[in-house]
């Protein structure tokens, strides 16, 4: 094997779980972790003498199906690094959505925000950094995940409050909040065997799966406290299922919500709702 592209295309045939496209992808991040330059640089500094052995293994655990995020320690999420591992959920595209509606529809500085569900603390950073003056809460019933968050807090530089408690049994010592965003647990337990490998088997079932019998639960107990927790005005955001939207809809409709908006991702499928708290 005398250069890059050989090594990468030879190591990308052996990931059978992914797409070309995906395994390609892998391997190119891989790389540019193990080795510490871009692959721009690699397609002319490459030797294949230099590659260690914790790249090696590394690259067995890329096979056994284990997502690369949690291999190198981390996963980017709206322009910054977030450090990740199995006690949190890897930041998805989707989410970075929910956090553009938000910021680019409050645009008053000093809002008041609580975010429910912390996992790596990508949600309540990103808001905190990016909204001039807010004052940012965020609450997990993981105290693991609060650990990773924290470390996320700290090395990005970010003001945020922790909070550890459950949701489903307890009650923020908050009030007057300007906005209440959450994306909660939602995939129903019967939807497991259709969960790619690399999600089923690595990351954490705590901040993934609702009973198949009541798939809202944290929808209607969060947006039942978001009426005791928001100020009037206040904005409730979700990210929802993508099987679940009118259903959602029709919940927040019925504890007195207004405005309530069903938005689409970029791959056209409902992904988040936002809502009015009329107060």
Same mark, same amino acid.
């Given at each position: 094997?005398?250069?890059?592209?050989?090594?990468?295309?030879?190591?990308?045939?052996?990931?059978?779980?992914?797409?070309?496209?995906?395994?390609?992808?892998?391997?190119?991040?891989?790389?540019?972790?193990?080795?510490?330059?871009?692959?721009?640089?690699?397609?002319?500094?490459?030797?294949?003498?230099?590659?260690?052995?914790?790249?090696?293994?590394?690259?067995?655990?890329?096979?056994?199906?284990?997502?690369?995020?949690?291999?190198?320690?981390?996963?980017?999420?709206?322009?910054?690094?977030?450090?990740?591992?199995?006690? !949190?959920?890897?930041?998805?595209?989707?989410?970075?959505?929910?956090?553009?509606?938000?910021?680019?529809?409050?645009?008053?500085?000093?809002?008041?925000?609580?975010?429910?569900?912390?996992?790596?603390?990508?949600?309540?950073?990103?808001?905190?950094?990016?909204?001039?003056?807010?004052?940012?809460?965020?609450?997990?019933?993981?105290?693991?995940?609060?650990?990773?968050?924290?470390?996320?807090?700290?090395?990005?530089?970010?003001?945020?409050?922790?909070?550890?408690?459950?949701?489903?049994?307890?009650?923020?010592?908050?009030?007057?909040?300007?906005?209440?965003?959450?994306?909660?647990?939602?995939?129903?337990?019967?939807?497991?065997?259709?969960?790619?490998?690399?999600?089923?088997?690595?990351?954490?079932?705590?901040?993934?799966?609702?009973?198949?019998?009541?798939?809202?639960?944290?929808?209607?107990?969060?947006?039942?406290?978001?009426?005791?927790?928001?100020?009037?005005?206040?904005?409730?955001?979700?990210?929802?299922?993508?099987?679940?939207?009118?259903?959602? !809809?029709?919940?927040?409709?019925?504890?007195?919500?207004?405005?309530?908006?069903?938005?689409?991702?970029?791959?056209?499928?409902?992904?988040? !709702?936002?809502?009015?708290?009329?107060?």
């Amino acid at each position: 094997m005398s250069n890059y592209n050989e090594l990468v295309k030879q190591w990308a045939s052996e990931l059978t779980q992914y797409s070309p496209e995906e395994a390609n992808n892998l391997i190119n991040w891989l790389l540019e972790y193990h080795l510490g330059i871009r692959k721009v640089d690699m397609l002319d500094a490459f030797e294949e003498n230099s590659l260690s052995e914790s790249l090696y293994q590394d690259f067995e655990r890329l096979k056994s199906g284990e997502p690369v995020q949690y291999i190198i320690g981390k996963a980017p999420f709206y322009g910054r690094e977030f450090f990740v591992d199995e006690s !949190v959920l890897i930041p998805r595209n989707e989410t970075e959505e929910l956090v553009h509606m938000i910021i680019k529809e409050n645009p008053t500085p000093g809002m008041k925000i609580l975010d429910i569900g912390t996992g790596s603390g990508c949600i309540p950073i990103s808001l905190a950094l990016e909204m001039k003056d807010s004052e940012v809460y965020t609450a997990d019933v993981s105290e693991d995940a609060i650990e990773v968050a924290m470390e996320n807090a700290e090395h990005l530089e970010a003001e945020v409050t922790f909070l550890h408690l459950d949701i489903l049994k307890e009650m923020p010592n908050l009030s007057d909040l300007d906005i209440l965003v959450s994306n909660p647990p939602y995939v129903p337990e019967a939807e497991w065997v259709d969960l790619h490998s690399n999600v089923r088997d690595f990351e954490p079932g705590l901040a993934l799966f609702v009973p198949d019998h009541d798939p809202l639960l944290f929808y209607r107990v969060i947006a039942e406290k978001a009426k005791m927790l928001l100020r009037p005005g206040g904005k409730l955001y979700y990210e929802i299922h993508n099987n679940f939207g009118p259903e959602t !809809v029709e919940l927040l409709e019925g504890l007195g919500y207004k405005e309530i908006n069903l938005v689409r991702d970029l791959n056209d499928k409902n992904r988040m !709702v936002s809502a009015i708290f009329p107060g």
